[in-house]
RNA sequence: GGCCUGUUGGUGAAGCGGUUAACACAUUGCCCUCUCAAGGCAACAUUCAUGGGUUCAAGUCCCAUACAGGUCACCA
C-alpha cells in the first residue's frame, strides 16, 4: 500500500490536493512593504477590550503600509462558539469604526477573494494539507484515549516530567499501516497528530518584532492536528490559514508566544514560508494585589460595552487604547489635538514589551474628559440624546423639546481654545444641567435641597435677592456690566466688593462678593457649584429668575 | 515544576554607556476677574527589584538571586 493510498484511507473524501489549493490561493499583487494581517477571534460572545485592541492594531499596521486587514473566525472550537457569534463581532467592531478588506460580513455572506474567512468551511483544505503530511510520513493516527492521556500527564506530573506526548510517550508513533488500519476498522477512534522532528534540547531562535529575537526549545510534541470530530486544531487551521491567505505579520497577544516553536515547525513541516510575528502585552488588572489579565468574567471594564453604557465616547476609548500601544502617541495627540489616530505611525517597536499594561480608569476617564471638551455644542447635543435615548427616556425627552435651549446650555464655556472640561462621560450631563429645565427643577429642587454656604439666614438670602432683583438685575447687561452691578450689590448691603480687600479684613465685612453670588446662584438652581453665573442668567431668563426668587 | 517574558514614582511610561531620570494621568499645595470646571506655578524616584561584575563612567552591558506575568488540552 503506497502512502497516497493510506493516507486516503486515514482523510477519505477530500475534494481537493493540497497542490491544487495552493493554486487557489496564488500571491496577493501588493506594493512592496504592504503588510496583510487579520484579526482572528473565535466567535465565543462580547467584544472584550482586548479584543479592539488587537483589531484596531491589525487594521491600523495593515492600512498604514498600503496593505490589507481581514478577518478570519476561528470557530474550530464547536462548543464555544455561540449563536450570532460571528454578527455580534462584525458590528461591535463596526462601531468602533474597525472594518475588514476582506472577510466576513454577516452571519451568510462574506467579501474577499481569500475565503471562506470561517475555519469551519475550510475542513477540507486542512484535512488535504493533514493528507499531505501522512503521505510525507510526517504525521500519524493516534488512539491514545482520553484516559490513557489523563495517565500519561498524571505520570509525568509524579515524576517531574515534561508534559505532553513526545519520545516514549508518543506510543502510537510507529504503528504499522496495518495496525492503524486494523483497529480503525474496529471502530476505534483516532486523531491525527504530527511526528514531531523536533528535541526540546535543540534551542532556536525565535523573532518577534516586539520582544526581539527569542531562544527556545524547538517542539518536540506531537502536537494533534485533526481532533477526532474531523475538524483540526486552532494552531494547525490558523498556519495553514495565515500561509494560503498570504498573512505578512500575525499581532497577536503574547499569551501565544509559548506556542511560536510550534507555528514555526509547522510552517516548516508544510514547507510555508512563515509570517512575521508580533506579540503585544495584553491589559491587566490589579485585582487585590495580583496582577492578572483582564477577565470578560471576573471584570465588568473588560467589556467594552461597560464604557459605552457609561456614555464614555468611543472615540475616547480608541484614543486611550491607542495610548496605551504607542506610548508617543499621546505626545502627538498633544501637538495635534484635533489630529486623527489614522494619521498616527504606528511602530512595532514602540508597543510595551512588558509583561502587562494595568488599565488604567482615570486615565481613560482624562482622555475622554478632554475629547468631549473639544466637541461642539451641536455634537454634545446630538451624542447627549444618543445617549439618552438608550438610558434616560426623561433627560432625552426634555432635550428633544428644547433644542436650541439646551444647546445654549452646552455651549457655556465651550466653542472655545480651552473650553469647559466637566463631562467625563456622557452619563455625567444630566447631573450638570438639570436644574436649566423647569420640568426638572420642579421634580429634583427638593430631593436635592438648597446648597447655600456662607449665607444662610433665610432673611438675608431673602435680602439680597429681592436688592438683586429690583436694583441691580437687567437682562440687556453684557457680562462687565453684569458684574459690576454684583458688585455694587455687595458694597450696598455690607459685603466686599473685592476679594483682596475681604482676605485682607474679613472682619470688615459681612461677607463677599463670593458670598452674594453664591446666595443668587443658588437661589436659581440650588447648586453651590455650577458654570459661570453670567451665563445662566442670561439662559435662564427674567420670568423664570423671578419665578425661582419667589419660591425662597 | 519545565519553558518563555518582564521588574524605572500611586498609575501608564520615556530612556539604547556620560541627562538635573522626559512626558501624561492621579495626588497635594499655591496663584487666578464670583463658585465649580479649566488654566498657571510648584511638590511628588538622592534613584531605576536586590547582590555582584565589566567600565574613567551603568537604569542602560554581563552574571546570580528574588518577585511578577504568560504558557504547558482532541480551547482558542
Redesign the pocket.
Known amino acids: 500500500m503506497t502512502n497516497k493510498e493510506y493516507a486516503d484511507l486515514l482523510l477519505p473524501g477530500v475534494k481537493h490536493t493540497w497542490e491544487e489549493y495552493e493554486k487557489m490561493y496564488p500571491e496577493r499583487d501588493l506594493p512592496e512593504g504592504a503588510m496583510v494581517t487579520r484579526y482572528?477571534?473565535?466567535p465565543t460572545g462580547f467584544v472584550h477590550i482586548g479584543a479592539l485592541e488587537s483589531s484596531f492594531l491589525d487594521k491600523r499596521f495593515a492600512k498604514q503600509s498600503g496593505g490589507i486587514c481581514y478577518l478570519r473566525i476561528?470557530d474550530?472550537?464547536q462548543e464555544?462558539s455561540i449563536e450570532n457569534g460571528i454578527s455580534q463581532i462584525i458590528d461591535s467592531l463596526k462601531s468602533f469604526n474597525i472594518t475588514f478588506d476582506e472577510g466576513p460580513i454577516s452571519e451568510t455572506e462574506e467579501k474577499g477573494n481569500y475565503g471562506p474567512y470561517i475555519q469551519t468551511k475550510r475542513a477540507d483544505i486542512y484535512r488535504a494539507y493533514a493528507k499531505r503530511l501522512i503521505e510525507e510520513d510526517k504525521a500519524y493516527a493516534s488512539f491514545?484515549?482520553?484516559e490513557e492521556?489523563d495517565e500519561i500527564?498524571e505520570q509525568q506530573m509524579k515524576s517531574?516530567q515534561?508534559?505532553?506526548?513526545y519520545g516514549r510517550y508518543a506510543k502510537d508513533r510507529n504503528l504499522s499501516k496495518e495496525e492503524v488500519l486494523d483497529r480503525i476498522n474496529k471502530g476505534e477512534?483516532f486523531?491525527i497528530r504530527i511526528k514531531s522532528p523536533g528535541s526540546f534540547f535543540n534551542?532556536i531562535k525565535v523573532n518577534d518584532l516586539v520582544?526581539?529575537t527569542?531562544?527556545?526549545?524547538e517542539n518536540d510534541i506531537d502536537e494533534?492536528i485533526i481532533?477526532?470530530?474531523g475538524?483540526p486544531?486552532?494552531?494547525f487551521a490558523?498556519v495553514i490559514d495565515d500561509h494560503l491567505m498570504h498573512t505578512t505579520h500575525v499581532i497577536r497577544g503574547?499569551?501565544?508566544?509559548?506556542?511560536l516553536p510550534k507555528h514555526i515547525q509547522f510552517n516548516e513541516m508544510l514547507g510555508f514560508k512563515a509570517p512575521k510575528y508580533v506579540h503585544y502585552?495584553p491589559l491587566?488588572k490589579?485585582d487585590n494585589g495580583?496582577?492578572?489579565?483582564l477577565s470578560k468574567r471576573k471584570d465588568p471594564e473588560a467589556a467594552v460595552s461597560y464604557f459605552t453604557e457609561a456614555g464614555v465616547p468611543k472615540e475616547a476609548i480608541m484614543l486611550y487604547l491607542a495610548?496605551?500601544c504607542n506610548?508617543?502617541f499621546?505626545?502627538w495627540l498633544?501637538q495635534n489635538p484635533n489630529g486623527n489616530i489614522d494619521d498616527f505611525k504606528f511602530d512595532f517597536?514602540?508597543i510595551?514589551?512588558?509583561?502587562?499594561?494595568?488599565f488604567?480608569l482615570?486615565?481613560l476617564?482624562?482622555i475622554s474628559?478632554n475629547f468631549i471638551s473639544r466637541l461642539t455644542k451641536d455634537e454634545v447635543y446630538d451624542r447627549t440624546i444618543e445617549y439618552a435615548t438608550k438610558y434616560d427616556e426623561e433627560f432625552k425627552e426634555i432635550l428633544e423639546k428644547y433644542p436650541d435651549y439646551s444647546k445654549d446650555i452646552f455651549n457655556i464655556?465651550r466653542e472655545q481654545k480651552?473650553?469647559?472640561?466637566?463631562y467625563e462621560k456622557f452619563s455625567d450631563v444630566k447631573g450638570q444641567v438639570w436644574y436649566m429645565y423647569d420640568e426638572l427643577f420642579d421634580k429634583y429642587k427638593d430631593e436635592y435641597g438648597y446648597d447655600y454656604q456662607g449665607v444662610t439666614d433665610k432673611e438675608e438670602i431673602k435680602n439680597i435677592i429681592n436688592t438683586y432683583i429690583d436694583k441691580y438685575y437687567d437682562v440687556k447687561d453684557d457680562k462687565d456690566t453684569w458684574?459690576n452691578k454684583?458688585?455694587d450689590l455687595s458694597d450696598e448691603l455690607g459685603y466686599a466688593s473685592?476679594?483682596?480687600d475681604y482676605k485682607e479684613n474679613p472682619d470688615n465685612y459681612k461677607g463677599?462678593?463670593?458670598d452674594v453670588?453664591?446666595v443668587i446662584?443658588v437661589s436659581l438652581t440650588t447648586r453651590?457649584?455650577?458654570?459661570?453665573?453670567?451665563d445662566i442668567l442670561r439662559l435662564l431668563g427674567k420670568e423664570r429668575i423671578k419665578e425661582r426668587f419667589n419660591l425662597i
Open positions: 482572528a477571534p473565535s476561528e474550530t472550537d464555544r491514545l484515549s482520553k492521556l500527564r517531574k515534561r508534559i505532553g506526548i477512534k486523531i534551542k520582544k526581539g527569542m531562544e527556545m526549545p494533534v481532533k477526532s470530530d475538524i486544531t486552532y494552531h490558523s503574547d499569551e501565544w508566544i509559548s506556542s502585552a491587566t490589579n495580583t496582577i492578572r489579565k495610548t496605551v506610548s508617543n499621546e505626545g498633544d517597536k514602540k510595551p514589551s512588558s509583561s502587562g499594561t494595568l488604567d482615570p486615565k476617564y482624562n474628559k464655556e480651552k473650553p469647559r472640561k466637566d458684574f454684583i458688585k473685592n476679594m483682596k463677599s462678593v463670593a453670588s453664591t446662584r453651590s457649584q455650577t458654570p459661570d453665573l453670567y
